[in-house]
């Protein structure tokens, strides 16, 4: 079963949903929240967790993508698509 991304995450860039993952993480670690607060925290933290490494597979695919010329030149990989 997968969850929906809520909308404010989806938004969310990499280091924001970063930023909040690690907010809750310190909230779940410090136990000062209840049991129920936790639950909804980890299951929110789960989602941003999953958006995070989508955004990481995104940046990867475009590094992926950047070659080096023979004269050292920086360029895009073609795809030979048109």
């Known amino acids: 079963m997968t969850t929906a991304i809520p909308d404010d995450?989806?938004?969310?860039?990499?280091?924001?949903?970063?930023a909040e993952l690690d907010k809750?993480?310190?909230t779940l670690e410090s136990g000062s929240?209840?049991?129920d607060e936790s639950i909804s925290a980890y299951e929110r933290g789960a989602i941003l967790r999953s958006?995070?490494?989508s955004k990481?597979?995104?940046a990867q695919a475009r590094v992926d993508?950047?070659?080096l010329g023979?004269?050292?030149?920086?360029?895009l990989e073609s795809s030979g698509l048109q």
């Open 33 to 35: 929240i209840k049991l």
């Open 24 to 26: 809750i993480v310190r």
């Open 65 to 67: 993508k950047i070659v």
């Open 70 to 75: 023979a004269d050292g030149a920086v360029g």
């Open 56 to 58: 990481l597979k995104e």
């Open 51 to 53: 958006h995070c490494e």
């Open 9 to 18: 995450i989806a938004r969310m860039n990499f280091e924001d949903a970063l």
